[in-house]
């Protein structure tokens, strides 16, 4: 009879031993799970048009929560607070907004902004500036989603980019486009073979009317008979200012031209035309089919 209670106890011991050994590692491994820190929710802050289209287009939107100026697509990042616009965008309205990380291109601010920001503990990250080009933009797509956390969505960025440049039309002769930019009639300046719109214009298929001039210079009456364009491009908003079609054909010199006589003004959004992001595919396709069209 001793023998068999000296039994029943062991195993009672056994039994009900391990089941609290089982219970007192769970416990410990879920106090060990409360104790690790959560990883740190990004808020992005961004100051660059483009680094905005490409965290969104990496399907993270969600994490911007300011922006600067030239950031307008998509739309949702409309309603984000501004941050400003380059040289003038301060510290302190950045940190307003509690961000993690901060990213821009070199230039966008000025050098003591650029030290409060590191200073604070904001992660900044400062992309080179870039060649405006389907190369340079296919490296800052790599790069931007590198710094979110976000790499293997640029291959996706990057294939959607080649599959609407395969959709231009090739054309015989090029047509000669000339991108004026304007600010009402008082303020038209036209782009040169060193701008970013000179290159928009020849992954389009097109060639620059003006090649006499390296980047930006005043509209004059005489560059522009001279030039001859085919079509004349300007952002939707500077025809705007123009007040349309009306007011572009006003403009010294354009009756006695090509692109006046017929009226091929191209007008089309600035940031697709200009940002070269994600959509520089897009912005290409369009200009190359409203160029086929004249």
């Known amino acids: 009879m001793r023998v068999l209670t000296s ?49 969104a287009a990496a399907g993270e939107t969600d994490k911007i929560v300011g922006v600067d100026v030239t ?29 993690t990380h901060v990213l821009g291109n070199e230039g966008n601010i000025k050098p003591e902004v650029r030290e409060q920001l590191k200073q604070s503990g904001v992660e900044l990250i400062m992309f080179p500036e870039r060649d405006y080009s389907v190369e340079g933009t296919n490296k800052l797509v790599k790069d931007v989603c590198e ?21 231009l039309n090739n054309f015989e002769e090029k047509p000669k486009v000339l991108f004026i930019y304007a600010r009402g009639a008082g303020t038209t300046m036209i782009g040169g073979t060193k701008t970013p719109m000179n290159t928009i214009i020849e992954i389009a298929g097109g060639e620059n009317a003006i090649t006499e001039i390296e980047e930006y210079q005043p509209l004059t009456s005489e560059a522009l008979v ?3 364009p085919d079509a004349v491009l300007l952002f939707n908003s ?25 009226k091929n003004f191209i007008v089309m959004d600035g940031a697709l035309l200009s940002n ?12 190359n089919q409203k160029l086929s069209e004249i």
């Open 7 to 55: 039994i029943t106890l062991f195993l009672s011991f056994i039994l009900f031993g391990c089941g609290s050994g089982n219970g007192s590692d769970q416990k410990s491994t879920t106090e060990k799970q409360q104790s690790e820190p959560k990883k740190q929710e990004m808020r992005i802050v961004t100051l660059n048009g483009a680094i905005t289209e490409i965290i």
């Open 147 to 167: 710094a979110i956390d976000k790499p293997e969505k640029s291959s996706e960025i990057i294939s959607s980019i080649k599959t609407d440049l395969t959709k």
């Open 226 to 228: 001279e030039a001859n």
């Open 276 to 287: 070269f992001g994600p959509r520089v595919g897009k912005a290409a396709l369009e200009l």
């Open 238 to 262: 500077g025809a705007g200012s123009l007040n349309g079609s009306a007011g572009i054909l006003k403009l010294p010199g354009m009756k006695a031209t090509t692109a006046g006589k017929n």
């Open 71 to 99: 950031s307008n697509y998509p739309q949702e990042v409309q309603k984000l607070p501004k941050v400003g616009h380059n040289m003038k965008i301060q510290a302190e309205g950045i940190l307003s907004l509690e961000p």
